[in-house]
């Protein structure tokens, strides 16, 4: 998508912290961070949210939870982390774009906010 922030980022015509990256999926840091450890990961391919999921491929989705595992493990969030994707501006999804928060390093509350 032209004007999809996120795809931009993919396409790495805008620079961003990237910290695990396949042909399909990356995951990068959040430029404002909710958690000492807050990450987000993103399927390379546009979807808009959660709602589009079975136009991504089922193998993407699967490389995609493993990316958010592998960088979990990385920075040592095996205490606890949370995943979090937002769906409409309702929720606070602010990117048309489908990814997900991981935030880690941090005592978080239940039920969230």
């Known amino acids: 998508m032209v004007n999809c ?7 790495k015509e805008i620079d961003s912290k990237i910290v695990y990256e396949t042909e399909n999926v990356m995951v990068f840091k959040d430029i404002d961070p909710k958690a000492p450890v807050h990450f987000l990961a ?3 391919f546009h979807i808009s949210s959660i709602l589009e999921i079975e136009q991504l491929d089922k193998n993407i989705l699967k490389e995609l939870f493993k990316a958010i595992a592998k960088v979990a493990k990385d920075y040592n969030l095996e205490k606890g982390f949370r995943v979090v994707t937002n769906t409409g ?5 602010s990117v048309d774009h489908l990814h997900f928060h991981v935030l880690g390093k941090r005592k978080f509350n239940w039920p969230p906010g």
């Open 89 to 93: 501006r309702d929720a606070g999804q």
């Open 5 to 11: 922030l996120f795809c931009k980022i993919a396409n």
């Open 42 to 44: 993103i399927p390379k």
